[in-house]
């Protein structure tokens, strides 16, 4: 028999949302850096007297994540106490929900590994409240040769939504191609930053392998999954993922059997590790929280929230295509954050053509925010300028040497007209004028050709392009070609 590993991937990520203040207190979100314990009050301390407020902004943004992953949004939903003994927790549970989520029942498309679209489930979208940090000695220069942890609680209470995803993804790559949409999604609807590396998006992973048969498909035997935690970073989780299916699948082949494990990805090993084994920590006691009214959202509040949902990312990549007839290969580069869309949406807007704008950000824009180290809304080239720019090379006005030039000028913080100026490419262009100029005098110095032209001897035009090359051979290169050509024509029909 053919006997064939198939992976089986779910993920859960936990996406902090872009709230000013925490989720029930009114401590500040923005905690990275400070002081450890500085950015705590009574209430996210759990302290005995206190009450949770619910910040109604995290709903909002709950929300709109549900609807952004096509879900469907409960009206009414409560918060469930999740009671578990760890340092993390000053009050020893997490406020969090349980059988009635925020948002359940959604789906993306991500791109599968046959190439084609492929629909990831969601399982649920919940909001909760964010642990504190452990701070062991091994890992914390400050508690250098120190035996023991601390506990920092700045983070506790920041808002989470707690996405998760069906067992639908069949390879670590689709995980990746998973977890970079779900980043694209938070990113365009503004909940979250999505940023990996500060703790914003972590992503825990649910792996098992199904021992099928390679003929029928069948499913001889299905592993038991184990849950892989700290991957911080894209590659990470894609790492994380191929180790664990080489693990999983060598103790399937020697006949062994797994675990329901949680494992801990060691970046520097390239390994995981057992943590815990699952049965004994998953009795979490949940109860709904006495302090907290139900969440209501109302018809009205959904509406709104659904009004305020940008173009989303695959819509827009699919009107790339057909409006301004992008490959798809450049509308999903495009697409790839709101802004850099929205920057070369503006330079078509400018007057560029889309084929030429499309490559104008693809390599002169990113080339300008790489080397400044700028993201694109802070761009020091307004977009419809460089618009204007492109559409004087689509017209033929300026070379896209010249261009390139004007750009580095624009990117240097000058104006399109300033910069065109010190180019020596006034708005008309180094066109126009200047090619005329250039072109009188190369006919000036060369009347022998000329007079052989005019007198219908340049039969297969190899003495127009001779003069020509002259012309471009004055303008140093700098001269659009096609329209040196024109302008060369129409001054000799002028003698004709
Ligand atoms: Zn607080």
Redesign the pocket.
């Known amino acids: 028999m053919n006997v064939v590993y198939v992976p089986v991937i779910g993920l859960e990520i936990h996406v902090q949302l872009s709230t000013a203040t925490?989720i029930f207190?009114s401590?500040s979100t923005d905690y990275i850096g400070a002081e450890p314990n500085s950015n705590?009050?009574p209430?996210?301390l759990g302290l005995p007297g206190t009450l949770p407020v619910l910040n109604k902004k995290a709903v909002e943004l709950g929300v709109k994540g549900g609807l952004a992953l096509s879900c469907q949004i409960r009206s009414h939903t409560v918060f469930h106490r999740k009671n578990y003994f760890y340092p993390d927790l000053p009050k020893a549970y997490q406020i969090s929900q349980y059988d009635l989520p925020l948002a359940e029942g959604g789906q993306i498309f991500i791109t599968g590994d046959d190439g084609k679209q492929k629909k990831i489930r969601i399982t649920r979208l919940h909001l909760e409240e964010d642990a504190g940090k452990l701070v062991h000695s091994a890992s914390d220069g400050r508690l250098e040769g120190a035996a023991f942890s601390c506990v920092d609680y700045n983070r506790g209470?920041v808002p989470l939504a707690e996405i998760v995803s069906e067992p639908d993804m069949a390879s670590p790559r689709e995980a990746r191609d998973y977890v970079a949409r779900i980043r694209q999604i938070v990113r365009y609807i503004g909940i979250s930053d999505g940023d990996m590396e500060n703790g914003s998006l972590r992503v825990d992973a649910n792996i098992s392998i199904q021992k099928t048969d390679g003929e029928t498909g069948e499913i001889l035997y299905w592993g038991e999954r184990s849950e892989i935690k700290n991957m911080n970073s894209m590659r990470a989780v894609e790492r994380a993922l191929e180790y664990e299916i080489r693990r999983q699948e060598a103790v399937l082949r020697q006949g062994g059997t797994l675990d329901r494990e949680t494992r801990h990805w060691n970046d520097s090993d390239g390994i995981t590790a057992s943590m815990r084994s699952k049965e004994a920590a998953n009795d979490y006691r949940y109860f709904p929280d006495p302090d907290l009214p139900p969440i209501e959202v109302t018809g009205s509040m959904l509406q709104e929230i659904q009004f305020s949902l940008p173009e989303m990312p695959w819509a827009r990549e699919e009107r790339f295509t057909v409006q301004y007839g992008l490959s798809r290969e450049d509308a999903v580069f495009l697409a790839e954050s709101a802004a850099l869309a929205d920057f070369f949406e503006g330079c078509v807007g400018g007057g560029a053509s889309p084929l030429r704008a499309s490559n104008w950000v693809r390599t002169e824009v990113l080339r300008v925010m790489n080397e400044q180290g700028l993201p694109v809304g802070e761009f020091p080239v307004a977009p419809s300028s460089l618009g204007e720019l492109v559409a004087m090379v689509d017209r033929g006005k300026l070379s896209t040497t010249v261009a390139r030039e004007v750009f580095g000028l624009m990117a240097g913080g000058k104006t399109l007209a300033d910069s065109l100026t010190a180019a020596g490419a006034s708005s008309g262009g180094l066109s126009e004028e200047a090619v005329a100029q250039m072109a009188q005098k190369v006919l000036q110095a060369n009347p022998d050709v000329v007079d052989e032209i005019l007198s219908g001897r340049d039969t297969k035009g190899k003495k127009t392009k001779f003069l020509l090359g002259l012309v471009m051979k004055e303008s140093r290169g700098q001269a659009a070609a096609d329209a040196a050509a024109r302008i060369l024509e129409k001054l000799l029909n002028d003698r004709r």
Request: hydrophobic share 25%; proline share 0%.
């Open positions: 925490k207190c401590c705590v009050c209430v996210c209470g």
